[in-house]
């Protein structure tokens, strides 16, 4: 009987294993989904980021080229 109540606490100790992994397996899908969303998001501001800084330099450009015209040699 003994025994029995050993192999008995094993497969349950093995469903609880089997629970947590499967609970661990879907944690780790949503980690991932949100990573890679995050990820997206970064690549977005990045990409708007580059772009303001080129239209900031054509700005001073555009103002430097107005201020050279003004501005009395």
Same mark, same amino acid.
């Given at each position: 009987?003994?025994?029995?109540?050993?192999?008995?606490?094993l497969?349950?100790?093995?469903?609880?294993?089997? /629970?947590?992994?499967?609970?661990?397996?879907?944690?780790?899908? /949503?980690?991932?989904?949100?990573?890679?969303?995050? /990820?997206?998001?970064?690549?977005?501001? /990045?990409?708007?980021?580059?772009?303001?800084?080129?239209?900031?330099?054509?700005?001073?450009?555009?103002?430097?080229?107005?201020?050279?015209?003004?501005?009395?040699h």
């Amino acid at each position: 009987m003994a025994l029995q109540d050993e192999i008995n606490g094993l497969r349950r100790l093995m469903e609880s294993v089997n /629970k947590l992994s499967a609970s661990n397996a879907a944690s780790i899908g /949503k980690i991932m989904n949100e990573h890679q969303r995050q /990820k997206e998001c970064h690549e977005a501001t /990045k990409h708007v980021a580059e772009r303001a800084l080129q239209m900031c330099d054509v700005l001073t450009q555009r103002v430097t080229a107005l201020e050279a015209r003004i501005t009395p040699h």
